[in-house]
Every structure is written in structure tokens, then in C-alpha cells.
């Protein structure tokens, strides 16, 4: 019995433009966001490109975020490692849902959950 060896396309982007690379075939994947230097021939030269595998930690929305944020340097590092912009990035989310929640009205939850403010003011 022969054991399946699966083949994946993962796709790289380049950290200086964003833009879809070549994808490469692997058997196996690399740590998430894992970066390689490739020739982008959108920017037509070797510069770093990050992995993206589709469904996993760091997929191509990922890198997205993280690229829109200014997290590549002009050499297409890093310019704080991945697990703590990860981090930062979840607190921002944690922030803005928290103030977006501070901002509601009580007649908001009202209609959140239902209920109707004139038929809770006659029953008091």
C-alpha cells in the first residue's frame, strides 16, 4: 500500500507591490507567513514574497491586512514580527468592536432584541 503524497500550489505575494506571484508546489507547508526571496514579475526584480495557503493561519486576506498596514519595510522585512503584529491587530479589533458597542443607544438594543420602547414604558 502506497502512501499519497500531497502536492499543493502555494501561492507567494510580493511584499513590495501585493501583487500574486508564481506559485510553487509543495508537499508540505512552511511556518505560517513564511517569506522567500523570489524574482516578481510584476516589480521585475528578486525580492521578498510571503506564502499564502488557502484555508489556513495565513492566507492571502492575511497577508492583505498586513501588507494595507505597513508592516514590509522597503526590503520587504518585517517591520515587527508576525505573531506580534497578529496580536496588535486583535487588540485594535477587540478596541474598535468595544467603542462600537460604547456608541449605542439604549433605544438601539431595543430594536437589537426586539422589544418595543412604548410597550416597555406601559407596562411600568
Not at 17 to 36: D, Q, S, T, V, W
Not at 89 to 113: G, P, Q, Y
Amino acid at each position: 500500500m502506497h502512501r499519497t503524497k500531497y502536492i499543493l500550489d502555494h501561492a507567494f505575494y510580493c511584499t513590495q507591490c501585493g501583487r500574486r506571484g508564481i506559485p510553487i508546489a509543495r508537499k508540505r507547508c512552511r511556518e505560517e507567513g513564511h517569506l522567500k526571496r523570489l524574482y516578481c514579475v510584476h516589480c521585475e526584480r528578486v525580492v521578498n514574497h510571503v506564502e499564502c495557503v488557502p484555508n489556513s493561519k495565513y492566507d492571502e486576506n492575511t497577508f492583505m491586512e498586513e501588507f494595507t498596514s505597513g508592516n514590509f519595510d522597503e526590503d520587504g522585512m518585517r517591520r515587527i514580527p508576525l505573531s506580534q503584529w497578529k496580536q496588535e491587530r486583535n487588540k485594535a479589533l477587540v478596541l474598535s468592536e468595544e467603542s462600537r458597542l460604547d456608541n449605542v443607544e439604549i433605544t438601539d438594543w431595543f430594536s437589537i432584541f426586539g422589544i418595543d420602547a412604548d410597550e416597555d414604558a406601559q407596562a411600568e
